[in-house]
């Protein structure tokens, strides 16, 4: 394994903020010609050995004669919503707080439907070796935490979990937050490399496994169950492309409430015929441990408290000027008749 080496994340922040303004500068082309109609292929990039929603509604039928178009993989959300934002694709993912943060820098996206989140059985895990004297935030003060990227989803929680434990701000910049490669991560903390690992999906469920190891918190602990990313579209793709959009969002949605209702087993069959017909090298064995995309919401509507905490976040830590990002300029239920049917039908049942 290769030496760790810390990494200010402050720095990376700031470098991630200037990247943003890059995109925002620039030109979001979307995909194909906009007459007659717009598209109605979708490029996007995929992640390996994983079953995103878009592509599992695909597989269902539930984008209709909407076709994606797999242009690569992503190991970064981030990374992800910037090649949205200049139109290398048409739809990007990652988590909220990205997202506000690129909208902040003048890029122009707007996120359409949730696609990930935590629940009781898709969540981070913050763990330290059974032995470890770490029991409280205010006991990781000088300690180092390995997450796979900065400035997203695992810092965020570290950040919300070191306040909420009363730290003050020099005292929560004295905890070290370190990139380690999640395959890595496990490995890393049992050779006391780093203190506490943030593990998820199957490489908790590895690492649990092998015993040694316990909780200092989760997220879902921390927030409970929550939708903690979207997918985002350009504005110019929006209003040129309102009926591949509305075709596009709402059979995510209907695919996100499938892998709700289906049982757990016939969602992993389905998903590794997925990978396997696709053929792209890539080994589908971690989907064995697949449980849950984590959505909260039925259709993956967008809640606006799930993008305001983000926005506060970001502020409080300097990272954006609050008055440059309007909440209801970054998100749209509209496109989402699904959603829109769900939301209705609860209504209609519980008398509102």
């Known amino acids: ?42 490029r996007y990039q995929g992640w390996t050995g994983q079953v995103t929603p878009a592509e599992l509604a695909e597989d269902l039928g539930y984008l209709e004669d909407v076709a994606l178009e797999w242009v690569g993989n992503t190991i970064s959300g981030p990374q992800d919503i910037q090649s949205a934002a200049t139109g290398q694709t048409d739809f990007g993912g990652a988590f909220n707080g990205a997202v506000v943060k690129l909208a902040a820098s003048g890029a122009p996206i707007k996120s359409v439907i949730s696609y990930y989140g935590s629940d009781e059985h898709a969540y981070s895990g913050y763990y330290v070796r059974a032995d470890s004297p770490i029991r409280t935030a205010r006991d990781l003060i000088g300690k180092k935490v390995g997450m796979n990227t900065l400035g997203a989803h695992s810092e965020a929680m570290l950040d919300i979990y070191l306040q909420r434990g009363g730290l003050s701000r020099a005292d929560a910049d004295k905890v070290e937050a370190l990139v380690v490669p999640p395959v890595n991560t496990e490995q890393a903390l049992r050779q006391r490399q780093i203190d506490v690992a943030v593990l998820s999906g199957i490489l908790r469920d590895k690492a649990l496994a092998g015993g040694g190891l316990r909780p ?83 259709g993956g509507r ?51």
Not at 20 to 38: F, H
Not at 220 to 231: D, P, V
Not at 318 to 346: M, Q
């Open 1 to 42: 394994m290769s030496t760790l080496s810390p990494v200010n994340r402050r720095h990376f922040l700031t470098l991630l903020g200037l990247s943003a303004v890059t995109v925002g500068c620039g030109t979001a082309l979307g995909g194909g010609p906009s007459s007659g109609g717009g598209t109605r292929t979708l």
């Open 216 to 298: 200092l918190f989760t997220d879902h602990a921390l927030l409970g169950s929550f939708s903690a990313g979207t997918y985002v579209m350009t504005e110019r793709f929006l209003r040129q492309n309102p009926g591949t959009v509305r075709t596009f969002v709402t059979g995510v949605g209907r695919a996100l409430d499938w892998s709700r209702s289906t049982p757990r087993q016939e969602v992993i069959a389905r998903m590794t015929e997925i990978v396997r017909k696709r053929r792209r090298n890539e080994d589908a064995d971690a989907l064995r441990y697949w449980r849950s995309y984590g959505v909260a919401e039925p």
């Open 302 to 352: 967008i809640a606006g408290k799930e993008l305001d905490l983000w926005i506060d976040w970001l502020a409080d830590r300097g990272d954006i000027d609050r008055g440059k990002v309007r909440l209801d300029a970054l998100f749209t239920n509209e496109h989402n008749a699904s959603a829109t049917a769900k939301t209705a039908a609860t209504a209609t049942a519980s008398g509102r």
